[in-house]
């Protein structure tokens, strides 16, 4: 089981900003897990006095390292403890020695770290002091916060006295895995600002500590990697009694001469596949800072190589409304490279970062993990595995362990004959079972569920910027639990409720049996989907999909087929209720790639026989304004149609334009489209067509007499709904007063009930959206919603999609557990995500959900669903939501589907507040 933990921690990798207020883990001095030979001193008085006895709360040999002789003033005795990988260090605890023998404790010490341990640097406070306050005396351990905190593999505690006295020390380290890989960075010296009427702002880099010259900075890092998100005024500071100006580094336009843009350079441990850069920026454009308005990174595979003449460029969203701070992700398109160096171009005079984080998958050979498995140890006392010295950077290069090969091939070898004959008796229940479910069904013209917007292949491009993240993710109380406590990211105590469900779902017997047979291969608290892409996994899960089409379907290449049934939500689950075989379902493939329609064959033939009803609309009268998205089979386009109320005649779906042109969404096939794809698009129209509600996005006309093919349907001047929201503020006498666009409470409240009834009118006809979210809701001048499909094609959102092995693209942080884990999509899944959008609507779309959570621990979460065992997060409680409204988004994200309002219920719920 350890070999599977390892492979599964060194195969998954995508990691996001450290908060070092919860980055507060014991690194294992006390308990052990850093072991006796990664402990060194200068000196030792005795054998029993040595450095492996320097741990914090242990009275083993004579109870803590002394080093030899009276320490004087000018001595520089130190302990050096080896991390066995860059750790991100935020805490040290020191203790003296308390035994009969003596009684020694340091007054004070200095701190030293290296990251190579060849090139040693001194950390020094925010004011530049060296000296930390030491023990007072030699029982009580005392606790120093590093500010800044700092980056490193090895530390060395230097004792600092000021007579000549003996010292003795016991010392515990705290932190977190430093997963970003950032070894140092390179950018030019930051400048002064001076405002007038406002203070001057120092926008250096006052931590950083690497070399200084000719006005550039090189070889180390600071400020830039310190986890301080800089506030929204600049010149405003966290709590350190700072200059104003300190949290961020900022350049002047005319300070890089007439390039117009600052060069930065990064260097990483190691090669790794980069997908994404992240970026906090300022944008008080008032006093002439913007975020950057493009940037263009070049890469190198090896720091001896050459850079790579290909780049990713990427332009950003300039914002001149709101004033916050924001995280700009830049998408690195899986860019392979050792080094990165990226150019950051002005959109106004000042340009200011003040933090940058990478994110990218884990580049190590399966050849190299096997190497590492022999040679490092799993602690079965934690959940993070504990890496040596000689591990933390893997090399080709390493000496295989030969007395562990013949044992480790002999191990593999059995596994496979056990698989082979695994797979073999699956095969065989499969063939039988399929014989024995041969039988006949009566299929319904009703029955129908309509998947919009799901999986698809869609190209990810670029991602919009993300606000600061909270800190933290609490639950809330629901009407049938007790209220549960905040819990935090990284706080290993979760609090659980007084009352645990532990009814799982109710899937059929082969689905439950194949689905709990790949979790029992695996450690018990990562989920299925975290651990695609592990060989011996997708193996298992290879032979689970044969014996189940509910499972997330990795062997298939996309989702697997919902349950489509005539049952209510509460209802979809019960073993009872009826299902569709898989050779009933027809699945309707998107023009955008971001649409998979799972529709029963023979309603699929019932209305392909019918003609087209939307009328055809003269296509040179469509006046293209910007490509909203794209994906495999085409494009949808914002355009502007021409004379569309009067082609529509007496009853047009169209509002009141009061003289201002219509602008409308056409998706458009591709030229080079497959016959299929050409199909399933007529197809999509005729189902569209279906879709009659104010609040569901209606299609206008069609241009299908000649190529390319095209469907025309409504588009909302005020764009999508997480736009509008993530621009303004609430409504408030500041916001009137300095003319801020806002929103009250109550427009929130209408905006929530108009999605409660579109989903109501979607839930009447069974269609299932399966990607509901702020992105996919459209709204117009007067704040009338209207639910759309194509969010997931739009290369702005492309961060809200987690793609799983290059299979699927999945809106993760919206789905409900049972649908990431066991592939069930249903109206109460759509619920779920109705929950999610709410408290997007209520957190004014500031923030994604989850935000302190990667992608990966997102579905981990998920795994804590399935186990009920109490320990999953939550989202927390807006500060604009009433508790009413958020007890209603907690029964949406009830554990069992039963548990979950219909959105009926829903609509019936929300509606009151509007008329309070």
């Known amino acids: 089981m350890h070999l599977f933990l390892l492979l599964i921690f060194q195969a998954t990798a995508a990691f996001g900003q450290i908060d070092p207020a919860h980055c507060r883990y014991a690194l294992g001095m006390e308990d052990g897990r850093i072991k006796d030979d990664a402990i060194t001193a200068s000196s030792q008085w005795y054998a029993t006095t040595g450095p492996q006895y320097a741990r914090l709360n242990r009275e083993e040999g004579d109870g803590a390292w002394c080093p030899h002789g009276q320490l004087e003033p000018s001595d520089s005795q130190y302990l050096q403890v080896d991390l066995g990988r860059l750790t991100f260090l935020t805490v040290v605890g020191t203790q003296g020695r308390y035994r009969n023998s003596g009684n020694e404790f340091a007054r004070a010490y200095r701190l030293n770290y290296s990251r190579d341990g060849l090139l040693w640097k001194s950390w020094r406070n925010r004011l530049g002091n060296t000296v930390m306050e030491g023990n007072k005396n030699a029982y009580a351990s005392v606790i120093n916060d590093l500010h800044p905190p700092i980056i490193t593999r090895y530390v060395r505690l230097i004792p600092v006295t000021i007579l000549s006295t003996t010292v003795c020390m016991r010392v515990e380290l705290y932190g977190c895995p430093w997963e970003d890989g950032l070894i140092s960075y390179s950018a030019p010296e930051g400048q002064l600002m001076m405002p007038p009427g406002y203070p001057i702002a120092s926008l250096n880099d006052s931590t950083y500590d690497g070399a200084h010259e000719k006005k550039k900075l090189f070889g180390g890092m600071g400020q830039l990697t310190d986890g301080v998100i800089g506030l929204d005024d600049f010149l405003l500071t966290r709590q350190y009694h700072v200059w104003p100006g300190y949290d961020y580094l900022g350049w002047r336009n005319d300070s890089q001469g007439t390039q117009g843009y600052v060069e930065m350079e990064f260097v990483f441990d190691r090669q790794r596949n980069f997908t994404s850069m992240k970026v906090h920026s300022n944008n008080m454009f008032s006093r002439g800072v913007k975020i950057f308005s493009s940037v263009s990174c070049w890469f190198k595979p090896r720091l001896i190589a050459g850079w790579e003449t290909e780049t990713v460029a990427f332009k950003t969203v300039l914002d001149d409304r709101n004033p916050s701070a924001r995280y700009v992700t830049v998408p690195l398109n899986r860019r392979t490279a050792k080094s ?119 190209i990810i491009l670029q991602t919009p910027p993300v606000p600061p993240r909270s800190s933290h993710s609490p639950a809330g109380p629901t009407n049938t639990d007790p209220h549960y406590e905040r819990v935090f990211l990284l706080d290993p105590q979760y609090q659980n409720p007084a009352v645990l469900r532990n009814k799982l779902p109710e899937l059929s017997q082969s689905a439950e049996a194949s689905a709990l047979s790949v979790f029992s291969m695996f450690p018990p608290h990562l989920p299925p989907a975290l651990l695609l892409g592990n060989p011996l996994y997708d193996l298992l899960l290879l032979t689970s999909c044969h014996m189940t089409s509910g499972w997330l379907r990795a062997c298939g290449g996309g989702y697997a087929e919902p349950d489509v049934t005539q049952c209510t939500p509460h209802q979809c689950f019960h073993s009872n209720a009826p ?167 109550s427009d929130l409240l209408h905006m929530s009930v108009q999605i409660s009834s579109g989903m109501k009118y979607l839930a009447s006809l069974n269609f299932v959206h399966r990607d509901l979210a702020t992105r996919n809701c459209l709204l117009d001048r007067r704040l009338t919603i209207k639910i759309a499909d194509f969010g997931m094609s739009r290369n702005l959102y492309s961060s809200d999609y987690y793609r799983i092995q290059g299979r699927a693209v999945l809106p993760i942080r919206w789905m409900a557990w049972e649908s990431i884990l066991l592939g069930k999509f249903t109206t109460a899944s759509d619920v779920w995500a109705f929950g999610v959008t709410l408290w997007e609507i209520f957190t004014l779309c500031k923030e994604q959900p989850y935000s302190l959570l990667s992608d990966e621990q997102v579905i981990e979460n998920t795994g804590e669903f399935f186990r009920n065992q109490g320990r999953q997060i939550f989202l927390y409680a807006p500060p604009l939501c009433p508790p009413s409204l958020f007890e209603l988004m907690m029964r949406c994200w009830s554990r069992d589907i039963t548990d979950r309002p219909t959105f009926e219920g829903l609509y019936q719920a929300l509606k009151p507040h509007v008329n309070q």
């Open 340 to 458: 990165i160096r990226c150019h950051f171009y002005f959109a106004d005079v000042w340009m200011m970062f003040s933090e940058i984080s990478f994110q990218s998958e884990d580049t190590v050979l399966p050849t190299q993990m096997t190497l590492a498995v022999t040679s490092t140890p799993v602690n079965e006392e934690t959940t993070m595995p504990t890496t040596p010295k000689t591990s933390a950077s893997p090399s080709a290069s390493d000496p295989p362990d030969d007395g562990n090969t013949p044992i480790l091939i002999g191990c593999l070898v059995t596994i496979i004959l056990l698989l082979v004959i695994i797979i073999f008796l699956i095969l065989w229940c499969q063939y039988v079972c399929k014989v024995l479910e041969k039988a006949p069904r009566r299929i319904l013209d009703e029955e129908v569920t309509v998947r919009l917007s799901s999986c698809s292949d869609t």
């Open 579 to 745: 299902h569709y075989a898989e050779t009933d379902i027809v699945r309707l493939q998107g023009v955008t790639g971001s649409n998979m329609y799972a529709v029963p064959a023979l309603t699929v033939d019932s209305l392909t026989r019918k003609d087209i009803s939307a009328a055809e609309f003269p296509r040179q009268q469509l006046i293209f304004r910007e490509k909203l998205g794209e994906g495999q089979f085409g494009e949808v386009h914002l355009c502007e149609a021409e004379g569309l109320p009067e082609f529509l005649g007496e009853g047009s779906p169209l509002p009141d334009r009061d003289g201002h042109s219509v602008l409308v969404a056409v998706k458009q096939l591709r030229a080079d489209a497959t016959s299929q794809a050409r199909n399933d698009f007529l197809k999509e129209i005729k189902i569209m067509s279906r879709l009659n509600d104010p609040n569901i996005i209606r299609l206008l006309c069609v241009c299908v007499s000649s190529d390319p093919l095209c469907m025309v349907t409504e588009y909302m001047e005020n764009g999508d709904l997480n736009m509008f929201l993530s621009q303004r503020e609430i409504e408030s006498t500041l916001t009137h007063a300095n003319n801020i666009p806002s929103v009250s409470l």
